[in-house]
């Protein structure tokens, strides 16, 4: 790469993924519906804020958060909409409708509430009030806290900002957070955000294989996880039949118990990889 090619990488990513936001809002407001459209929104989303998450690590005197808080209404309501159109997906496997008419007959379950309808009702609220002209601001912030610096200043201060995303996690074990699963779950994702983040301006940036492999686990795992817990929630409000609501409430927590356990097996690798191998875990090189 030549001189300044990672600020320029790095600021075609923010505005890939801020017309990203906008193009699946305006296509929402507009009558989509389409499960891809509400999964695309939410991984812009999340890129956009490691991406702000990673200059901030690079310089501590970087601000910009205030504009990116303001689109959290948004990532919410799309992540509700997700969850939605997820975890009726998983109860509609373990359970049949409550009245199917005849046993020896398929049919099409209905979703527990709150269902589907009511999640996009508010996220159309939610997303012609909020305001995405707040990204070109914090665009302009994080150009003006690369500008001065090239590739070869660069890389280390990106080397760091993950190494310190990392060390968070292998701290979380000894925090007050450390039986907290969702909270684990929140730093493996920003990680795996920013890995790509950071690969994407420095292809040349080797990362720990073992690492890598460990981490992408735990935070799949983990999401996994998440979405079961969210469809037990759901399924406290499900009116229909007892009987198979019980089983398919045994099924999610037996799929979850068995998720955790690999969750936490995994991040124990994760975090003995960190703490044992740690000089060796990221090297951009040369720019």
């Known amino acids: 790469m030549s001189a300044d090619q990672a600020a320029v990488a790095l600021l075609r990513m923010f505005d890939n993924s801020s017309e990203i936001v906008e193009r699946t809002r305006q296509a929402i407001l507009a009558g989509e519906r389409s499960e891809e459209l509400f999964h695309e929104l939410r991984v812009a989303l999340k890129r956009l804020r490691s991406l702000y998450e990673v200059v901030a690590r690079m ?10 808080r ?13 969850d939605r159109q997820l975890h009726n997906k998983r109860l ?19 979703p527990p509430p709150p269902d589907e ?44 900002a993950w190494m310190t995303m990392l060390d968070d996690i292998a701290g979380w074990e000894r925090g007050e957070d450390r039986t907290d699963l969702h909270s684990l779950r929140i730093l493996a994702k920003r990680a795996h955000h920013a890995r790509f983040l950071i690969q994407s ?10 690492a890598e492999r460990h981490l992408d686990l735990v935070q799949k795992l983990l999401g996994t996880w998440h979405d079961d817990e969210v469809a037990l929630e759901h399924l406290q409000s499900w009116t229909g039949n007892s009987v198979t609501a019980d089983r398919a409430r045994r099924e999610l927590e037996r799929a979850k118990t068995r998720l ?18 740690r000089r060796a875990l990221i090297s951009i090189g040369r720019a």
């Open 92 to 110: 509609q496997g373990l359970m049949p409708p409550p009245d199917s008419g005849s046993s020896s007959e398929p049919s099409v379950p209905a």
């Open 260 to 277: 955790a356990t690999s969750a936490m097996n995994e991040y124990r690798r994760l975090r003995t990889r960190i703490l044992r191998n």
């Open 201 to 210: 301006m420095f292809p040349q940036a080797r990362v720990d294989q073992a």
């Open 59 to 68: 310089d501590p005197g970087f601000s910009g958060g205030k504009r990116l």
């Open 117 to 160: 309808v009511a999640a996009v009702e508010r996220f159309v609220d939610v997303a012609a009030k909020s305001d995405t002209t707040n990204l070109f601001a914090l665009r302009n912030r994080i150009e003006t806290a690369l500008s001065p610096l090239s590739d070869k200043a660069m890389a280390p201060l990106i080397a760091r």
């Open 70 to 82: 303001r689109l959290r209404p948004l990532f919410r309501a799309a992540g509700r909409v997700r």
